[in-house]
């Protein structure tokens, strides 16, 4: 029996673009929610999830870093997938007939040149695939959808146009997540990365208290992100990733000094350094 991976959005989805890159021998499982995702592999409906975390254009997706923590799973991989949008339309379509381009608001915005170029309508959908979809079901030669490559053959669109947004190098960053942890070294040491989350005492000048300690021990923190706990003004977390593995002797001192100023620490996942960062 095939493993599954949950994602948010319809098949075609970048989503599923990156469940396909993440975990290639495991049935993608759509859900309505990111929340429905991670209750699949809660529930045992699904072995792993896969959750966009940000974006190399329009930075962090809504609502995932508050999930992360109350989601009970862990990161055990991140994968980034290059946003590629392309003009989808029925098959004999022309690039001339093409008069509105259906798509999520945030690909619209990213599609702006192109579009106003060709003078074609953006009208908003609530998701890319669902869009593309939804083109194929009217197979109106006039209407198409901006969307994935994978959403075209999917719902057996022609590609008039590939790489049609603004900008070449917007990249979003997935985290694939599980019911347990796993420790293990799956890269070299520099390789590896820890992600926690932690809340500081209320103590003047706890926050540089609290990370002075990755400073004096050369641990490299890459993602430190701060929220609103419960909608109080007054309690603050903190998301944050580092370079190393739990037991490495550097990250291992940077973590008991980070527990005197905190009164929560709680690590999230270990997993190895996506190869795309080397490359930037």
Known sequence: MLSKIAFQGELGAYSHQACRKARPDCEPLPCETFTEAAHA????????????????????????HKLLPE????IVDETLIRIQINLLAPPGSRL?????ALSHTVLLGQCQEFLKQH?????????????????AKLQDSSTAALASELAGKIYGLETLVEGVEDLKFSRTRFFVMTREIDYRRRATEDGMITAFMFQVRNLPAALFKALGGFATNHVNMIKLESYMLDGSFNATQFFA?????????????AMEELSFF???VRILGVYPSAPERQKD
């Open 41 to 64: 592999v809660r529930s045992g409906e699904a072995d792993f999830v896969a959750l966009p975390v940000e974006n190399s254009i329009y930075g962090r997706v809504a609502d995932i």
């Open 71 to 74: 989601s009970g799973l862990f």
């Open 96 to 100: 001339s007939d093409i008069e509105s």
């Open 119 to 135: 003078k074609i309508r953006p009208s908003a959908w609530a998701d890319t695939a669902g869009a593309a979809k939804h083109v």
């Open 241 to 253: 990733e580092v370079e190393g593995h739990p037991d490495d002797r550097p990250v291992e001192l």
């Open 262 to 264: 905190t009164s929560e």
